[in-house]
């Protein structure tokens, strides 16, 4: 046991005390930041404003305006001139043109037959697809609305008909707060990406280590002192402290930068609710509406999903990391390498692909078993945790886990002892569960 | 007193592939012990044996007359024909790891680094990288790590391997100065020509299997062809072939044999006839010699 925690010591310090530890746990989130900025700024690019000349030849929306949308991406003009003149402008011009495309109702459109005599669109270049869309959307609610007035229905039954349902929901749980199940949603790939992540870098990090040792043959000198077995444990321990050290200090960091924007922008954690977020909250994030949010991230049970989070983050380390350490311990070159990585990362692929699914319907039977099955449950338990799924699961799940890296933790130290001393020789992946198997 | 090793019929197979078979030998406290052999013969099996990385089909294997268990390991100090260090790491860290996990605290592993550092005058070495140092600078910090836990048995495979002549020099005689401290010491190689001057015992290996055993110096008498390499001056008896068979002869030199005489009867000879000799030497072969001899006995049975 003491020789144990004298590698997880060398294994953890010679990697926490390196400049490239300091660098990449700062500068991984402030990444993270700059990615999801840099995506916000180029979805802000991507609605440069088109003017779209409307020439309404049919006199069908002559005492109508279209609505500009509201992302300031399409404003609609009505121009005194003719189509012809106008067109000819945009041949000329191109880009330069008054406008960037005209919309043409011809002559004999008729609102109850919209498409016989259909509405024309002209532009200099290919129109987009988010104006395409968006007229679409903005011609079909005009027409349906001109529809109805043609047929004369009372206007307001028509607004009534436009009305948008509510639903309240409720459970035995009593915490469905409108808007509850997104952010839980948004919480648990949150949860799942960091396991998928961090199991790979780390899985990889533990790879690599170990064929280091060997390699360079310094395994050779160490296992004349310790076991191949105290070895293995003692990277894998030591690299899986190394994890947790980051997302601790990345925890920290959170927590601080929290405190930053609760200062410098004066929302509180305890804001009012109840206010369901209209369709538009994407668009126009008001401070009432980060306050509803942040009202609903209150309501989250941050323990239980804190502690899961650990268990399985862990638990499915243990499990990862002796498969890692196995084929670490297997290979001779990094040709071989990559290829017998591949069984022990697809398990983990799967996972993050089945998340979609599990987040989407978390009581559903891909969510169930995949939070049971030793390989996907690292990442999809702590996923389903803000959902908050009965305790037997999740402490059927643990015991499966634990159950599970005990036997990957059995089959890859025979691997890892035989693997270690055995240079020059390619390796079948055939090859290793024998030496798993057979020893 | 007891050995401070002991092999007894030492056996271990991979599969159908018999890698030692029955080997055993004593290894004595204050000797050097040859384990000799081709590359293949089975010598890394028997040593990763002894310092337990893996374990015997059968026959036991004690030290100081206990059997070998795990807590004996820190007794050991084993340096392997391959080695390496850590790179990245720094030379007195990585010494003080060593160490530790041969069971010293790292009080005890940095006194005794200072100790060789010292020795070896190489104390501005120790914040330096394994990366930063030259091929025969690690050899010495390698040598230093297996011998700092002060080991009562040392096993050097091909410890000479790599080595430029300096080293060679300077680690050959900290082998004799351990051997002066009464420890043992069980040197590998495939090169027979190193061992003649540093063993006491040594034990041929072929095929996994021990084929002689014993001190050097008992094994030389053993094999000996009673040869002998006469000097001399003026012109040799006329009927001194009738006694002697003559396996090479020059102006001033012969080398003969005689089944029959021990070397002071050969000596006598000479002299009766009043023949002036400058030199007479008794020739006993070499380590290799006998190594051939015995395999290709071996290979006839």
């Not at chain 1, 191949?228 to 601080?256: D, E, H």
């Amino acid at each position: 046991m003491k020789k144990i925690l004298i590698i997880i010591q060398r294994e953890y310090l010679s990697r926490v005390l390196t400049k490239s530890f300091l660098l990449t746990t700062l500068l991984a989130p402030i990444g993270f930041i700059l990615l999801v900025g840099a995506t916000v700024w180029v979805n802000t690019l991507g609605s440069s404003e088109k003017r779209i000349a409307v020439i309404d030849e049919s006199g069908v929306f002559k005492d109508m305006r279209f609505p500009d949308a509201s992302d300031k991406s399409v404003y609609f003009f009505y121009p005194n001139e003719s189509f012809d003149s106008l067109y000819s402008n945009i041949q000329t011009n191109g880009k330069e043109a008054k406008f960037d495309a005209l919309l043409r109702i011809p002559a004999g459109f008729e609102i109850m037959n919209p498409n016989r005599i259909g509405v024309q669109l002209f532009t200099a270049d290919r129109p987009g697809l988010f104006m395409k869309q968006y007229l679409t959307e903005m011609l079909g609610d005009v027409v349906r609305k001109k529809k109805l007035e043609t047929l004369d229905v009372d206007k307001a039954a028509i607004e009534n008909l436009n009305e948008k349902i509510t639903i309240n929901y409720t459970s035995d749980l009593g915490n469905e707060k409108v808007g509850f199940t997104e952010i839980a949603s948004v919480i648990g790939y949150l949860i799942g990406f960091v396991v998928y992540i961090a199991l790979l870098v780390f899985g990889t990090m533990i790879m690599k280590g170990v064929k280091e040792e060997k390699t360079n043959r310094i395994v050779e000198v160490l296992v004349s002192s310790v076991k191949p077995f105290q070895l293995m444990l003692g990277k894998i321990v030591g690299i899986g402290m190394v994890g947790l050290t980051q997302f601790l200090l990345w925890a920290i960091l959170i927590m601080l930068s929290n405190f930053f924007i609760v200062a410098v922008l004066g929302i509180t954690m305890d804001g009012g609710m109840m206010t369901p977020p209209s369709a538009s909250a994407a668009n126009n994030i008001d401070a009432d509406e980060i306050r509803i949010l942040i009202g609903h991230i209150s309501e989250i049970r941050f323990l239980p999903i804190f502690g899961a989070f650990l268990f399985f983050f862990i638990g499915g380390f243990l499990l990862y990391g002796a498969l890692f350490a196995a084929i670490g311990a297997a290979v001779n070159d990094d040709g071989d390498m990559q290829s017998l990585t591949l069984p022990v990362t697809i398990p983990i692929i799967i996972s993050i692909i089945l998340l979609t699914k599990v987040i989407g319907e978390p009581d559903g039977s891909v969510a169930f078993w995949a939070s049971l099955v030793p390989f996907s449950s690292p990442i999809i338990m702590p996923s389903l945790m803000p959902f908050e799924p009965p305790l037997w699961q999740i402490l059927l799940s643990a015991a499966l886990l634990i159950l599970g890296f005990l036997g990957t933790t059995w089959l890859a130290a025979r691997i890892y002892r035989t693997g270690i001393l055995m240079y020059g020789k390619k390796v079948t992946f055939k090859e290793l569960l024998k030496w798993g198997f057979k020893g | 007193m007891n050995p401070i090793l002991q092999l007894n019929q030492i056996k271990k197979s991979y599969g159908s592939y018999e890698a030692t078979r029955n080997v055993s030998m004593n290894l004595q406290g204050g000797s050097i012990f040859g384990l000799l052999g081709p590359n293949g013969a089975g010598k890394t099996t028997l040593i990763r044996m002894i310092t337990r990385i893996i374990f015997p089909d059968s026959g036991s294997i004690l030290f100081k007359g206990e059997p070998m268990e795990e807590r004996h390991v820190h007794q050991i100090g084993y340096m392997p024909e391959e080695r390496g260090l850590y790179k990245k790491m720094k030379v007195r860290e990585h010494l003080v790891y060593l160490g530790r996990l041969k069971g010293l605290s790292s009080r005890e592993a940095a006194e005794k680094i200072n100790f060789w550092f010292k020795k070896f005058d190489i104390e501005s070495w120790e914040n330096k990288k394994i990366e930063e140092l030259s091929k025969g600078m690690s050899q010495k910090v390698q040598f230093i790590g297996t011998v700092l836990h002060e080991p009562d048995l040392l096993i050097l495979d091909e410890p000479f391997s790599g080595l430029d002549p300096i080293n060679s020099m300077l680690i050959e005689q900290e082998i004799r100065n351990f051997k002066a401290q009464g420890k043992a010491i069980l040197f590998s190689t495939h090169r027979m020509e190193q061992v003649e001057g540093i063993c006491d015992t040594i034990a041929l290996i072929n095929k996994g299997e021990n084929i002689l055993c014993g001190e050097v110096k008992v094994l030389k008498q053993q094999f000996k062809e009673n040869k002998f390499e006469v000097g001399f001056e003026g012109a040799l008896p006329e009927h001194f072939q009738q006694h002697f068979k003559v396996l090479s002869q020059s102006e001033n030199r012969a080398v003969i044999s005689s089944e029959n005489n021990t070397s002071n009867e050969v000596l006598k000879y000479f002299i009766e006839q009043n023949v002036t000799v400058n030199s007479f030497k008794e020739l006993l072969p070499s380590i290799n010699e006998i190594f051939i001899k015995n395999v290709e006995k071996a290979a006839a049975l």
